[in-house]
């Protein structure tokens, strides 16, 4: 199994801990395995292949989908939006991806709350990181949230770097949300309970 780079401190600060309590006591060591298993898989970082192509939008994290809505989104788009948020719990792959091709002309981070991430309140007052994509079809903005306990959003790229559909964006460690804003043209694909896989799943599709 692959481990994002940014989970190695972790799984090597829990493998320690395992150690320490296994020349303890061994009962204890029990006890603690299953967190060291679940740090381990919380930071997978799985290969991902799908369906490819300018017109589609993929979901950039992987989750459930808590809200589909027209919204404005002023920061990139200046104007209404279809919005998909997608939230991540402590199960879900962190590991972020494209949703399109394109180049990087907006990257924003904004230090904030760390509220429940499927809350809409979250979309303004948690700590995110904001992209915006000019892609061949139009602009795409994708904003990782931080949730009750994530405490740390990386993401990879900086502004004027060109990036491919479903490539690695980032990751958000433990509890989450990622929203993708789209012109309304698109047609959107999923709705309000739907399951995503980053890189995998399409979520819309440009008209």
Not at 3 to 21: D, K, M, Y
Not at 47 to 55: A, I, K, L
Request: proline share 5%.
């Amino acid at each position: 199994m692959r481990l994002a780079p940014e989970g190695r401190p972790f799984v090597l600060g829990s493998t320690a801990v395992l150690v320490l309590l296994a020349v303890l006591d061994w009962r204890w060591a029990m006890l603690w395995l299953p967190v060291l298993v679940w740090v381990a898989a919380f930071f997978r970082d799985p290969d991902r292949t799908g369906p490819r192509g300018h017109e589609l939008v993929l979901a950039p994290a992987d989750g459930k989908v808590v809200s589909v809505r027209e919204i404005e989104e002023p920061t990139f788009h200046a104007g209404t939006t279809s919005r998909i948020s997608i939230f991540m719990n402590v199960f879900n792959v962190h590991v972020n991806r494209y949703p399109s091709s394109g180049e990087i002309a907006l990257r924003d981070y904004h230090a904030g709350t760390f509220l429940n991430a499927a809350s809409e309140k979250a979309s303004l007052d948690n700590e995110q990181a904001t992209v915006g994509l000019m892609t061949p079809n139009g602009r795409v903005l994708v904003r990782q949230i931080a949730g009750l306990v994530a405490r740390r959003i990386v993401t990879d790229h900086s502004v004027g770097t060109v990036v491919e559909q479903g490539q690695r964006m980032g990751i958000i460690r433990f509890g989450s949300r990622v929203d993708v804003f789209l012109p309304t043209r698109t047609r959107v694909l999923v709705k309000v309970g739907d399951r995503t896989k980053a890189g995998i799943t399409v979520v819309a599709r440009w008209t």
